[in-house]
């Protein structure tokens, strides 16, 4: 179980560029392997998230060139995919296992997946109700609940779906399944999740129309393959915006990052905190918004956190958190129970670490309450396995007043391999 030791830091400065966006890189693969035709996708993440879905697609039949630079991706069609003959690892990946099980469900062979040790503990029944609804025979352990899944595929009838929980992972699994279901799959959830797969299906020539109460989906049309090029993940640059605004004499460009309106949360909360935070050069690629992103060090307050935002930047709470730990006053978290169910209990890992360097935090169901303060001790904090939880604690770090020591770090490579050498390329002594 490796560790690091990160010390504080006068300043985070200069420009950067984070790694592709997670989400994209892995829809890139799923529609490009069933499209017709060679899909090529440039900017793709080699996290091991997204090698888990490369390694899965592979398994399945399908030739995934990889020259360094761009991806190449030779469709088999809606229909041809072939049955693996063996289990399907989706590793640490939650997206790969739940949009994978949707388009495993829509196929005439047999299937396995499961994942590694708390993907296993992370709930499935989500995906596997509403595609039992439409026709498929999944069963798991825990009466169906929990991966591994056997799934059946085939034979699927669209539903009308109005999905408990706002979650892109649902939503796109339906979606998935929906492309091979008879008739239309409509899917809505409380408030708007990341809308990626709705932009790539149009992008591949999906029949797809999207409104304000959600996507439906007709199944039986073929996709057209197509150039993508992925932007730079805005939950990566998270942890580089909370560095920035944290850190005194600080001032960082972060080059080419997505700022679709449907994940871009964490900068409404950050600004709403005083986060001196500005857009430059925005444009779109490949139907996605992109921006450069510039932030100066700031003085953060206290704010209240919940709503539609919540959706919006779910997976940044961990960064905003450290945020709000150097805030003045108090920051409450609320609508945020879906945290509990991330790669660990996001709400409980970050209040045990920020209590540890002194920070009063207390734990609702669906959030937390942080103090602010000036003064964040140093000290041995864990990841829990939890990339995110891993980088944030870091970033907390350049502000320390000693060294903070973070434990269990190897799962920042599933979605960040480069963190650590940038954090020291920006952070300066
Ligand atoms: C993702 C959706 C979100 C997010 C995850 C990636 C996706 O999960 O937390 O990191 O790519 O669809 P939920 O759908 O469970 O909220």
Redesign the pocket.
Known sequence: MNSITIKSADSVKGEIVVPGD??IS??SIMLGAIANGVTTVRGFLRGEDNMSTMHAFRAMGVDIDDDGEMIKITGRGLYGLKEPDDVLDCGNS??TI??ITGLLSGQSFFSVVTGDQYLRKRPMKRVVEPLTLMGAKICGRNGGTLAPLAINGGSLKGVNYNSP????????SLMLAGLYAEGETTVSEPSL??D??ERMFRHFGASLKVNDNGVKVRGGFELTAQAVTVPGDI?SAAFFMVAALITPNSELLIKNVGVNPSRTGVIDILKAMGGNIELLDEREVSGEPVADILVRSSRLKGIMISGTVV?RA??EFPAVCVAASRAEGLTTIRDAK?LR??ETDRITAMAVNLRRLGIDVVETEDGMDITGSEQLLGGTVDSSGDHRIAMSMSVAALVASAPITVTDIGCVATSFPTFFPLLEKVAAK
């Open positions: 997670k989400s892995h829809r939650g997206t739940r949009l929980v706002s979650s892109a992972q649902i939503k796109s999740s990341r990626h797969s939950s959706p779910i997976d879906e169910v991330k």
